[in-house]
């Protein structure tokens, strides 16, 4: 339990759906993060919130939109999806900007584009 | 550019020792963490180090060289648990502080 909640687990959807990943943390913190997980690649960051401002990465299609109703609660929404987008999508969140702070992670959604 | 590199993969025998290797170049540098990965799990943290040298925690220790841009993972006594990916990473001060950079991550495959 890293008390970071990610729903759900795994998603397989059609590319002209909608569909919204959802994570919730229980730790308190003030950041939280959306990664991407393909095989064999590094993590890739996607986007940032800050007390629920976002500090945005640039370079995430816009098939892609996150939202932060609170600091609690993070939000992908998802549409016209592409097959490369299948992969693990991974929330976490970290206490503050403190640079020795590490992120906590939950444990992804698996999400199959068809 | 941002780089990190890491073995893709290494086996070790139970109860012996393994050292895990990462090199970096990023533009700047605010710390380094390594976190283990479990197949299907979230990544979990290990360990952070930011100044030069060793710092250990149980079986576990990470060493750093910021001069060389280097770091490593050690593992001692290795249990069958520990089977799993480890993740190199890099904060750097971009985004204001919140971007980490990570490696690809390296297979640890622990055999009887």
């Known amino acids: 339990e890293t008390g970071v909640t990610q729903t759900p687990r795994h998603l397989v959807m059609g590319m002209t759906n909608k569909k919204s990943l959802k994570c919730e943390q229980h730790?308190?913190?003030?950041?939280m993060y959306w990664y991407k997980q393909s095989a064999k690649k590094p993590l890739e960051l996607m986007f940032v919130?800050?007390?629920?401002?976002?500090?945005e990465n640039n370079s995430v299609p816009s098939r892609f939109s996150p939202e932060c109703p609170n600091s609690s609660h993070l939000f992908l929404h998802l549409h016209t999806l592409q097959p490369e987008d299948s992969a693990l999508y991974l929330c976490?969140?970290?206490?503050?900007?403190?640079?020795?702070?590490?992120?906590?992670f939950g444990d992804g959604t698996r999400l199959s584009i068809l | 550019g941002q780089n990190i590199d890491q073995p893709t993969e290494m086996t070790a025998t139970e109860g012996a020792i393994v050292q895990i290797n990462c090199t970096y170049q990023?533009?700047?540098?605010?710390?380094l963490f390594w976190y283990q990965q479990h197949a299907g799990e979230a990544p979990t943290f290990l360990s952070y180090?930011?100044?030069?040298g060793l710092e250990e925690k149980g079986r576990f220790s990470s060493f750093l060289s910021r001069s060389k841009g280097y770091s490593y993972l050690l593992l001692k006594e290795l249990q069958m648990k520990d089977s799993a990916s480890y993740l190199c990473?890099?904060?750097?001060?971009?985004?204001?502080?919140?971007?980490?950079?990570f490696g690809a991550g390296t297979r640890l495959f622990v055999k009887a």
């Open positions: 919130y800050s007390l629920e401002e976002r500090v």
């Open positions: 990023t533009s700047g540098f605010n710390g």
């Open positions: 180090n930011v100044l030069d």
């Open positions: 730790l308190g913190h003030n950041a």
């Open positions: 990473a890099v904060r750097d001060p971009l985004l204001g502080g919140f971007k980490t950079i």
């Open positions: 976490a969140s970290s206490r503050d900007r403190g640079s020795n702070q590490p992120q906590h």
